[in-house]
């Protein structure tokens, strides 16, 4: 059965900095693109990055771009996720997800793991 | 940038009702559509990927139609365990989703 544990949500000020895991399990890891997904409390989702098989390409949102930084270790089977500089507007939770097909990139999600809140406020 | 339009936000329903939920895309997306349904709490659960294939494992009262950029998804008599959040999701060109559809009890 393929599951996806995120964890390392917290609160944090402004400007600060966060690094989210992801461990996955039931599948070939380092085999597929993985993402992450947030929705803001009481509010849709946004896809956030994502990052090919080999970690060798990168993908963001434009809302993200420059302050979060997606990562993988195929060896230990776990996606991360670098927030730096922080916004209130980052408050959500984080959802990682394998992207449904191997090797392709441009595919849906599925499945998502259980989510893990980030509060950003001082 | 490729935009969803998702309509209804809100949908008031009743058991047995059939229920059809919409997604525009900003521009042809061929059929690289997905659908979730979400509740409360709870992460998304994919009903539908290549705009009609039907997840394994969902019942099959939800189908999926549509191309290029008008989509549907239909729930053909509403269950009690059906009631939340729908989001449509193009991934044709990186990944938009929907505003989501909350279905209601009505």
């Known amino acids: 059965e393929v599951q996806l544990v995120e964890s390392g949500g917290d609160l944090v000020q402004p400007g600060g900095s966060l690094r989210l895991s992801c461990a996955a399990s039931g599948f070939t890891f380092s085999t597929y693109v993985m993402s992450w997904v947030r929705q803001a409390p009481g509010k849709g989702l946004e896809w956030v990055s994502s990052i090919n098989a080999r970690g060798g390409s990168t993908y963001y949102a434009d809302s993200v771009k420059g302050r979060f930084t997606i990562s993988r270790d195929n060896s230990e089977n776990t996606l991360y996720l670098q927030m730096d500089s922080l916004r209130v507007e980052d408050t959500a939770v984080y959802y990682c997800?394998?992207?449904?097909?191997?090797?392709?990139?441009?595919?849906?999600?599925?499945?998502w793991g259980q989510g893990t809140l980030v509060t950003v406020s001082s | 940038d490729i935009q969803m339009t998702q309509s209804p936000s809100t949908l008031s329903a009743s058991v047995g009702d059939r229920v059809t939920i919409t997604c525009r895309a900003s521009q042809s997306i061929s059929n690289w559509l997905a659908w979730y349904q979400q509740k409360p709490g709870k992460a998304p659960k994919l009903l539908i990927y290549k705009a009609s294939s039907l997840e394994s494992g969902v019942p099959s009262r939800f189908s999926g139609s549509g191309s290029g950029t008008e989509f549907t998804l239909t729930i053909s008599s509403l269950q009690p365990d059906d009631f939340a959040t729908f989001y449509c999701l193009q991934y044709n060109s990186y990944w938009t989703f929907g505003q989501g559809t909350k279905v209601e009890i009505k």
């Open positions: 997800a394998k992207v449904g097909v191997v090797g392709v990139i441009w595919n849906w999600f599925d499945p």
